[in-house]
Protein backbone atom coordinates (compact mmCIF):
# COMPACT_ATOMS: atom_id res chain seq x y z
CA UNK A 1 0.00 0.00 0.00
CA UNK A 2 2.80 2.60 0.78
CA UNK A 3 4.66 1.60 -2.41
CA UNK A 4 1.25 2.15 -4.32
CA UNK A 5 0.53 5.78 -2.39
CA UNK A 6 4.19 6.65 -3.11
CA UNK A 7 4.53 6.13 -6.54
CA UNK A 8 0.96 7.39 -7.82
CA UNK A 9 0.98 10.96 -9.28
CA UNK A 10 -1.78 13.02 -8.20
CA UNK A 11 -1.73 14.81 -11.25
CA UNK A 12 -2.21 11.42 -13.69
CA UNK A 13 -5.27 10.67 -11.41
CA UNK A 14 -7.21 14.19 -10.38
CA UNK A 15 -10.29 13.66 -8.13
CA UNK A 16 -8.42 10.34 -6.98
CA UNK A 17 -6.61 9.67 -3.76
CA UNK A 18 -3.79 7.17 -3.66
CA UNK A 19 -6.09 5.13 -1.44
CA UNK A 20 -8.73 5.17 -3.77
CA UNK A 21 -6.82 3.74 -6.91
CA UNK A 22 -5.29 1.19 -4.71
CA UNK A 23 -9.38 0.37 -3.94
CA UNK A 24 -9.83 0.67 -8.01
CA UNK A 25 -7.14 -1.98 -8.54
CA UNK A 26 -8.16 -4.46 -5.94
CA UNK A 27 -11.75 -4.07 -7.30
CA UNK A 28 -10.54 -4.86 -10.65
CA UNK A 29 -8.70 -7.62 -10.70
CA UNK A 30 -10.87 -9.91 -9.17
CA UNK A 31 -11.62 -12.00 -5.51
CA UNK A 32 -8.90 -14.31 -5.32
CA UNK A 33 -5.93 -12.08 -6.36
CA UNK A 34 -7.75 -8.75 -4.09
CA UNK A 35 -7.53 -11.16 -1.14
CA UNK A 36 -3.63 -12.21 -1.51
CA UNK A 37 -2.79 -8.34 -1.99
CA UNK A 38 -5.05 -7.94 1.66
CA UNK A 39 -3.25 -10.51 2.83
CA UNK A 40 -0.02 -8.43 2.82
CA UNK A 41 -0.99 -5.12 4.26
CA UNK A 42 -0.89 -4.70 7.75
CA UNK A 43 -4.00 -3.97 9.85
CA UNK A 44 -4.56 -0.41 9.47
CA UNK A 45 -4.06 -0.30 5.89
CA UNK A 46 -6.28 -2.97 5.15
CA UNK A 47 -9.24 -1.19 7.43
CA UNK A 48 -8.14 2.00 5.07
CA UNK A 49 -8.48 0.02 1.93
CA UNK A 50 -11.43 -1.96 2.11
CA UNK A 51 -13.52 1.05 3.63
CA UNK A 52 -13.12 2.61 0.22
CA UNK A 53 -13.65 -0.64 -1.67
CA UNK A 54 -17.00 -1.09 0.40
CA UNK A 55 -18.54 2.80 -0.31
CA UNK A 56 -17.54 2.62 -3.94
CA UNK A 57 -19.99 2.23 -6.23
CA UNK A 58 -20.45 3.91 -10.10
CA UNK A 59 -16.54 4.23 -10.67
CA UNK A 60 -16.53 6.05 -13.99
CA UNK A 61 -14.71 4.54 -17.25
CA UNK A 62 -12.22 7.16 -17.32
CA UNK A 63 -11.16 6.73 -12.93
CA UNK A 64 -10.69 2.97 -13.49
CA UNK A 65 -8.20 3.72 -16.80
CA UNK A 66 -6.05 6.21 -15.16
CA UNK A 67 -5.96 3.96 -11.91
CA UNK A 68 -5.44 0.39 -13.43
CA UNK A 69 -2.52 3.07 -16.36
CA UNK A 70 -0.96 3.92 -13.28
CA UNK A 71 -1.12 0.44 -11.50
CA UNK A 72 0.66 -1.19 -14.91
CA UNK A 73 3.54 1.65 -15.81
CA UNK A 74 4.35 1.89 -11.65
CA UNK A 75 4.36 -2.45 -11.77
CA UNK A 76 6.51 -2.31 -14.67
CA UNK A 77 9.39 0.31 -13.44
CA UNK A 78 9.46 -1.81 -10.23
CA UNK A 79 9.22 -5.69 -11.46
CA UNK A 80 10.73 -5.68 -15.01
CA UNK A 81 8.26 -7.79 -16.13
CA UNK A 82 5.52 -6.91 -18.53
CA UNK A 83 2.54 -7.41 -16.48
CA UNK A 84 -0.44 -10.19 -17.01
CA UNK A 85 -1.94 -11.50 -20.41
CA UNK A 86 -4.33 -9.18 -22.21
CA UNK A 87 -6.79 -12.21 -21.87
CA UNK A 88 -6.24 -12.81 -18.62
CA UNK A 89 -6.96 -9.07 -17.47
CA UNK A 90 -10.35 -9.39 -19.64
CA UNK A 91 -11.37 -12.42 -17.55
CA UNK A 92 -10.84 -10.35 -14.05
CA UNK A 93 -11.91 -7.23 -15.06
CA UNK A 94 -15.15 -8.59 -16.67
CA UNK A 95 -16.09 -10.33 -13.17
CA UNK A 96 -15.20 -7.19 -11.30
CA UNK A 97 -16.45 -4.09 -13.42
CA UNK A 98 -18.31 -5.64 -16.47
CA UNK A 99 -17.50 -6.34 -20.30
CA UNK A 100 -17.83 -2.55 -21.22
CA UNK A 101 -15.71 -0.96 -18.65
CA UNK A 102 -13.43 -4.11 -19.24
CA UNK A 103 -13.25 -3.01 -22.71
CA UNK A 104 -12.64 0.52 -22.04
CA UNK A 105 -9.58 -0.13 -19.80
CA UNK A 106 -8.34 -2.47 -22.03
CA UNK A 107 -8.50 -0.53 -24.93
CA UNK A 108 -6.41 2.01 -23.03
CA UNK A 109 -4.12 -0.38 -21.80
CA UNK A 110 -3.46 -2.47 -24.98
CA UNK A 111 -3.24 0.07 -27.30
CA UNK A 112 -6.30 -0.23 -29.65
CA UNK A 113 -6.46 3.30 -29.42
CA UNK A 114 -3.69 3.99 -31.50
CA UNK A 115 -6.04 2.92 -34.48
CA UNK A 116 -7.38 6.24 -35.60
CA UNK A 117 -4.20 7.23 -35.19
CA UNK A 118 -2.82 4.93 -38.03
CA UNK A 119 -6.21 5.42 -39.99
CA UNK A 120 -4.89 8.91 -40.93
CA UNK A 121 -1.65 7.25 -42.64
CA UNK A 122 -3.82 5.98 -45.74
CA UNK A 123 -3.19 9.42 -47.50
CA UNK A 124 0.41 9.10 -46.93
CA UNK A 125 2.23 7.76 -50.15
CA UNK A 126 3.25 3.84 -49.24
CA UNK A 127 6.48 4.48 -50.71
CA UNK A 128 7.10 7.89 -48.11
CA UNK A 129 5.61 4.73 -45.02
CA UNK A 130 8.46 2.41 -46.25
CA UNK A 131 11.23 5.08 -46.33
CA UNK A 132 10.02 6.23 -42.94
CA UNK A 133 10.23 2.65 -40.79
CA UNK A 134 13.29 0.90 -43.16
CA UNK A 135 15.30 1.61 -40.33
CA UNK A 136 13.22 0.83 -37.92
CA UNK A 137 14.37 -3.35 -35.66
CA UNK A 138 11.86 -5.87 -37.70
CA UNK A 139 9.72 -6.18 -35.00
CA UNK A 140 8.79 -2.76 -34.76
CA UNK A 141 8.18 -3.20 -38.62
CA UNK A 142 5.47 -5.72 -37.87
CA UNK A 143 3.61 -4.28 -35.54
CA UNK A 144 3.32 -1.15 -37.33
CA UNK A 145 2.12 -3.15 -40.84
CA UNK A 146 -0.19 -5.17 -37.99
CA UNK A 147 -2.50 -2.07 -37.22
CA UNK A 148 -2.76 -1.13 -41.21
CA UNK A 149 -5.32 -2.35 -43.41
CA UNK A 150 -4.05 -5.37 -45.69
CA UNK A 151 -3.68 -3.54 -49.02
CA UNK A 152 -1.59 -0.58 -47.45
CA UNK A 153 0.45 -2.85 -45.75
CA UNK A 154 1.16 -5.12 -48.58
CA UNK A 155 1.76 -1.82 -50.54
CA UNK A 156 4.52 -1.04 -47.45
CA UNK A 157 5.85 -4.04 -47.51
CA UNK A 158 6.85 -4.27 -51.04
CA UNK A 159 8.52 -0.85 -50.92
CA UNK A 160 10.76 -2.03 -48.15
CA UNK A 161 14.11 -3.42 -48.97
CA UNK A 162 13.73 -6.88 -50.45
CA UNK A 163 16.58 -8.40 -48.41
CA UNK A 164 14.14 -8.67 -44.71
CA UNK A 165 10.66 -8.98 -46.11
CA UNK A 166 10.39 -12.09 -45.03
CA UNK A 167 11.64 -11.73 -41.33
CA UNK A 168 9.37 -8.95 -41.23
CA UNK A 169 6.48 -11.85 -42.17
CA UNK A 170 7.59 -13.83 -40.21
CA UNK A 171 7.62 -11.28 -37.60
CA UNK A 172 4.12 -10.58 -38.27
CA UNK A 173 2.75 -13.65 -38.30
CA UNK A 174 4.26 -14.54 -34.72
CA UNK A 175 2.13 -11.72 -32.92
CA UNK A 176 -0.54 -11.97 -30.84
CA UNK A 177 -0.87 -10.15 -27.74
CA UNK A 178 1.47 -6.74 -28.01
CA UNK A 179 2.52 -5.50 -24.77
CA UNK A 180 2.41 -2.18 -23.61
CA UNK A 181 6.15 -1.56 -23.67
CA UNK A 182 6.05 -2.21 -27.66
CA UNK A 183 2.79 -0.25 -28.05
CA UNK A 184 4.18 2.96 -26.45
CA UNK A 185 7.07 2.41 -28.74
CA UNK A 186 5.21 2.04 -31.75
CA UNK A 187 2.79 5.16 -30.47
CA UNK A 188 6.07 6.99 -30.18
CA UNK A 189 6.82 5.82 -34.31
CA UNK A 190 3.21 7.22 -35.91
CA UNK A 191 3.38 10.65 -33.81
CA UNK A 192 6.35 10.60 -34.79
CA UNK A 193 5.37 9.84 -38.67
CA UNK A 194 2.30 11.91 -38.37
CA UNK A 195 4.21 15.04 -37.63
CA UNK A 196 6.40 14.44 -40.96
CA UNK A 197 3.25 13.52 -42.50
CA UNK A 198 1.55 17.37 -41.89
CA UNK A 199 4.70 18.11 -44.43
CA UNK A 200 3.94 16.21 -47.23
CA UNK A 201 1.49 15.66 -49.69
CA UNK A 202 -1.17 13.59 -49.51
CA UNK A 203 -1.15 10.63 -52.44
CA UNK A 204 -3.84 10.96 -54.58
CA UNK A 205 -4.53 8.66 -57.66
CA UNK A 206 -6.27 10.75 -59.55
CA UNK A 207 -6.70 9.05 -62.60
CA UNK A 208 -7.52 5.83 -61.14
CA UNK A 209 -10.24 7.82 -59.39
CA UNK A 210 -11.87 9.58 -62.30
CA UNK A 211 -12.30 6.44 -64.57
CA UNK A 212 -14.18 4.57 -61.19
CA UNK A 213 -16.65 7.72 -60.96
CA UNK A 214 -17.32 7.42 -65.02
CA UNK A 215 -17.29 3.32 -64.57
CA UNK A 216 -19.84 4.24 -62.31
CA UNK A 217 -22.03 7.07 -63.72
CA UNK A 218 -25.49 6.27 -64.59
CA UNK A 219 -26.23 8.15 -68.17
CA UNK A 220 -24.55 9.78 -70.77
CA UNK A 221 -20.82 8.51 -69.57
CA UNK A 222 -19.39 8.76 -73.19
CA UNK A 223 -21.17 12.20 -73.59
CA UNK A 224 -18.37 13.30 -70.25
CA UNK A 225 -15.54 11.28 -71.52
CA UNK A 226 -15.96 13.67 -74.75
CA UNK A 227 -16.67 17.02 -72.73
CA UNK A 228 -13.09 16.15 -70.92
CA UNK A 229 -11.17 15.22 -74.36
CA UNK A 230 -12.16 18.67 -75.45
CA UNK A 231 -10.16 19.71 -72.41
CA UNK A 232 -6.67 17.60 -72.19
CA UNK A 233 -7.20 14.77 -74.58
CA UNK A 234 -4.11 13.59 -73.42
CA UNK A 235 -5.36 12.86 -69.74
CA UNK A 236 -8.44 11.57 -71.26
CA UNK A 237 -6.66 8.74 -72.75
CA UNK A 238 -4.69 8.15 -69.69
CA UNK A 239 -8.26 7.97 -68.05
CA UNK A 240 -9.70 5.77 -70.89
CA UNK A 241 -6.72 3.40 -69.94
CA UNK A 242 -7.70 3.29 -66.69
CA UNK A 243 -11.26 2.36 -67.23
CA UNK A 244 -10.68 -0.33 -69.67
CA UNK A 245 -8.12 -1.81 -67.07
CA UNK A 246 -7.14 -5.81 -67.71
CA UNK A 247 -8.81 -7.06 -65.19
CA UNK A 248 -11.99 -6.15 -66.10
CA UNK A 249 -12.34 -9.36 -68.68
CA UNK A 250 -12.76 -11.31 -65.75
CA UNK A 251 -16.23 -9.72 -65.13
CA UNK A 252 -17.59 -9.80 -68.54
CA UNK A 253 -20.25 -12.29 -69.67
CA UNK A 254 -19.81 -15.63 -71.94
CA UNK A 255 -21.48 -13.76 -74.67
CA UNK A 256 -18.96 -10.56 -74.44
CA UNK A 257 -15.88 -12.86 -73.98
CA UNK A 258 -17.13 -14.82 -77.28
CA UNK A 259 -17.29 -11.85 -79.36
CA UNK A 260 -13.46 -10.61 -77.72
CA UNK A 261 -12.16 -13.81 -79.29
CA UNK A 262 -13.40 -13.35 -82.43
CA UNK A 263 -11.26 -10.39 -82.88
CA UNK A 264 -8.19 -10.91 -80.50
CA UNK A 265 -5.42 -13.63 -82.65
CA UNK A 266 -4.61 -16.46 -79.91
CA UNK A 267 -1.05 -15.12 -79.99
CA UNK A 268 -2.20 -12.12 -78.24
CA UNK A 269 -3.86 -14.21 -75.66
CA UNK A 270 -0.73 -16.43 -75.43
CA UNK A 271 1.72 -13.11 -74.27
CA UNK A 272 -1.05 -11.41 -72.01
CA UNK A 273 -1.97 -14.10 -70.04
CA UNK A 274 0.94 -14.69 -68.73
CA UNK A 275 1.07 -13.83 -65.22
CA UNK A 276 -2.32 -13.09 -65.32
CA UNK A 277 -5.27 -13.28 -62.10
CA UNK A 278 -6.45 -16.94 -61.89
CA UNK A 279 -9.69 -15.22 -62.63
CA UNK A 280 -8.57 -13.62 -65.63
CA UNK A 281 -7.45 -16.89 -67.02
CA UNK A 282 -10.32 -18.77 -65.61
CA UNK A 283 -12.75 -16.24 -67.45
CA UNK A 284 -10.82 -16.45 -71.44
CA UNK A 285 -10.17 -20.15 -71.35
CA UNK A 286 -13.52 -21.44 -70.41
CA UNK A 287 -15.26 -19.42 -72.88
CA UNK A 288 -12.41 -20.75 -75.55
CA UNK A 289 -14.29 -23.22 -77.97
CA UNK A 290 -12.30 -27.11 -76.98
CA UNK A 291 -10.47 -27.06 -80.46
CA UNK A 292 -9.32 -23.25 -79.67
CA UNK A 293 -8.28 -23.95 -75.90
CA UNK A 294 -5.66 -26.93 -76.92
CA UNK A 295 -4.41 -24.66 -79.61
CA UNK A 296 -4.25 -21.78 -77.09
CA UNK A 297 -1.90 -24.60 -74.63
CA UNK A 298 0.45 -25.30 -77.75
CA UNK A 299 1.18 -21.54 -78.29
CA UNK A 300 1.49 -20.63 -74.67
CA UNK A 301 3.39 -23.81 -73.97
CA UNK A 302 6.06 -22.73 -77.13
CA UNK A 303 6.04 -18.51 -76.39
CA UNK A 304 8.59 -19.26 -73.47
CA UNK A 305 9.49 -16.19 -70.91
CA UNK A 306 8.13 -13.04 -72.61
CA UNK A 307 9.34 -9.20 -71.39
CA UNK A 308 6.61 -7.46 -68.95
CA UNK A 309 6.68 -4.61 -71.35
CA UNK A 310 5.79 -7.08 -74.36
CA UNK A 311 2.95 -8.71 -71.94
CA UNK A 312 1.33 -4.95 -70.60
CA UNK A 313 2.00 -3.70 -74.57
CA UNK A 314 -0.79 -6.65 -75.67
CA UNK A 315 -2.53 -6.48 -72.85
CA UNK A 316 -3.27 -2.81 -73.79
CA UNK A 317 -3.59 -3.61 -77.21
CA UNK A 318 -6.41 -5.91 -76.57
CA UNK A 319 -8.24 -3.44 -74.12
CA UNK A 320 -8.20 -1.17 -77.28
CA UNK A 321 -10.23 -3.88 -79.42
CA UNK A 322 -12.31 -4.27 -76.38
CA UNK A 323 -12.82 -0.22 -76.33
CA UNK A 324 -13.82 -0.17 -79.99
CA UNK A 325 -15.84 -3.06 -79.63
CA UNK A 326 -17.89 -1.10 -76.93
CA UNK A 327 -17.68 2.23 -79.07
CA UNK A 328 -19.15 0.45 -81.49
CA UNK A 329 -22.33 -1.32 -79.72
CA UNK A 330 -21.01 -4.48 -80.64
CA UNK A 331 -20.37 -5.61 -77.14
CA UNK A 332 -21.67 -4.33 -73.67
CA UNK A 333 -18.62 -4.29 -71.24
CA UNK A 334 -18.99 -4.17 -67.38
CA UNK A 335 -16.81 -1.45 -66.02
CA UNK A 336 -17.10 -2.35 -62.06
CA UNK A 337 -18.03 -5.56 -60.05
CA UNK A 338 -21.80 -4.31 -60.06
CA UNK A 339 -23.86 -5.84 -57.23
CA UNK A 340 -26.01 -8.38 -58.77
CA UNK A 341 -29.46 -10.38 -57.16
CA UNK A 342 -30.36 -13.78 -57.78
Known amino acids: MAELDNNVDAEEAPGLTPVEQAAIVLLSIGEEPAAAVLRCLDREELLEVTQVMSRMSGIKVDSVRVAMQTFFDDYRQQSGVHGASRSYLKRSLDLALGSDIANSVLNNIYGDAIRPMMARLQWASPKWLADYVANEHVQMQAVFLAFLPPALAGQILDALPLEGRDLVLLNLARLDEIDRDLLTELEELVT ?151
Not at 268 to 288: H, S, V
Open 192 to 342: RCLGALDTQSASVEGIRQVAEILNRLPGNRAGMVELLRAHDPDVVSEIEMSMYDFFILSRQTEATITRILDDVPLEQWAIALKGAEPAIRDAILTTMPRRQAQNFDDLLRRAGPVPLSRIEQTRKDIMATVKQLADNGEIEVQLFAEAVIE
